[in-house]
Every structure is written in C-alpha cells, then in structure tokens.
C-alpha cells in the first residue's frame, strides 16, 4: 500500500479566488490520480497527472480551471482557479502502487473539503 | 458503455443482523473490481480487489465475492462501527476506476 498525506485538510476560500492542494506520497509512484467528490455523490476523475509530462483531463474538465503540476514521483498540486460554490466538494489524490496480484491497486489520501462562499 | 450500479442506496441494520450489498456491473474485460469504505469526510479505504468470477475474499466481518455480472459485499454480525459508505469501482475499457454511487450503511446498537 501507499501512504497519502494532503495539504491542506480544508479550507474555506472567497469566490473567485484559487487554492493550491498538495498530495505527496511515501514512495515513489508513476500514476496519480486527482478526484472531485461533490455533497452527496460518488467520486469523479478530474485528471491523470503523469510525471515529465502533461496532466490528461476527463471530459467536463480544463486545464485553465484545474491546473496540475508532477514534479517528480512523489509529489503533485492540484489548483482550484476562480472558484465558485459549485467547486465545493472533497477533492482526493490517488496512486496506483504495486501491491495487487494482476493489476495496480488504487489508494486515496484522506481528502481536502474546500467550501466556496 | 460501462457502467456500475450498487444498491441499495442505504441500509440501515441492527448490530448484529447480517446483510449483504450488491454491486453490478457491465465492463467490456474485467480488469478488477475494488471495494472501498469511506467514513464522512475522508477518503476511501481500500478493502479488496476481485479479479476473476468465483473469486471471494474476506476481512474481518467482511466477505466480498464476484461472479461475472455482479459483487456482493457480506456484513457479518455488524458492529456500529461498520457504520460508512461502501465503494465499489471497476477499471473501466479505458482502464481508469469507475465508481458506483455507494451504499451508505448504519448499524445500531
């Protein structure tokens, strides 16, 4: 397994500002995953951050809003950029790390709540 | 198109009172099927991964199992603090996770 830790926990921000939330795991890991948990839902993937090269966003999602940095193996930030109520939710960093019999298995950090007024 | 359904939405169980919750799925090439428990406000904990139909494994008071249509996960004798939502996700055609809607579970004293 992996261990995930997320800065910050939460946070409560001002419309149309931004936040920076930093993963950073206890080994080195070449996928990490970024999440959109909205009150009351299930997870949604925002991006794939992939080291040395662009973030690979899913669809509803743009760099310009959700910018992501990988500057090595064991590090990312994801940025909320002019935030708005709708962005309020829990935003979770995942790794695939080596501990499944076939495939990777996926571990999550234990979240960022950021509430928008 | 893929797709995973679980249900039901919530189930509320006397401590105690055994009960299992479904997760369906139609995915072209199973890759893995991940159950997770998510307390309010943290992140998920990952609890098994299924590879193949027939396959069961077991934690505590939990037992998952999978055939080639669906999983189902076993609560038995619950204590209170199973109370969380449950999480099922299969690595879709694409091979990224996709997440059913969750089970939210209470157990009572």
């Known amino acids: 397994s992996a261990v995930i830790s997320q800065k910050p926990s939460r946070d409560i921000c001002q419309r149309g500002t931004s936040l920076t939330i930093q993963c950073q795991v206890d080994s080195q890991v070449t996928m990490m995953f970024w999440y959109r948990q909205q009150p009351g839902q299930s997870l949604t993937l925002i991006a794939t951050?992939?080291?040395?090269?662009?973030?690979?966003?899913e669809s509803g999602f743009v760099i310009d809003k959700f910018p992501i940095s990988r500057p090595n193996l064991t590090f990312s930030t994801l940025t909320v950029s002019n935030m708005s109520p709708e962005d309020s939710s829990i935003y979770l960093c995942?790794?695939?790390?080596?501990?499944?019999?076939?495939?990777?298995?996926?571990?999550f950090g234990p979240g960022t709540r950021l509430t928008v007024l | 198109e893929d797709q995973v359904t679980q249900s039901p939405e919530a189930l509320r169980l006397q401590e105690g009172e055994s009960s299992s919750l479904n997760c369906s799925y139609t995915v072209s090439g199973l890759r893995g099927l991940f159950w997770y428990r998510q307390d309010p406000g943290k992140g998920p904990e990952f609890l098994f991964t299924?590879?193949?139909a027939g396959e069961e494994k077991e934690k505590e008071r939990l037992k998952a199992t999978l055939t080639k249509k669906e999983s189902f996960l076993h609560i038995t004798a619950p204590k209170p603090e199973d109370s969380a939502t449950y999480l099922c996700?299969?690595?879709?055609?694409?091979?990224?996770?996709?997440f059913g809607a969750g089970t939210q579970v209470v157990v009572t004293p």
């Open positions: 996700a299969v690595h879709d055609s694409w091979g990224k996770l996709q």
């Open positions: 951050a992939n080291q040395g090269s662009e973030a690979t966003y």
């Open positions: 299924l590879y193949s």
């Open positions: 995942s790794v695939e790390a080596r501990g499944g019999e076939v495939y990777n298995e996926q571990f």
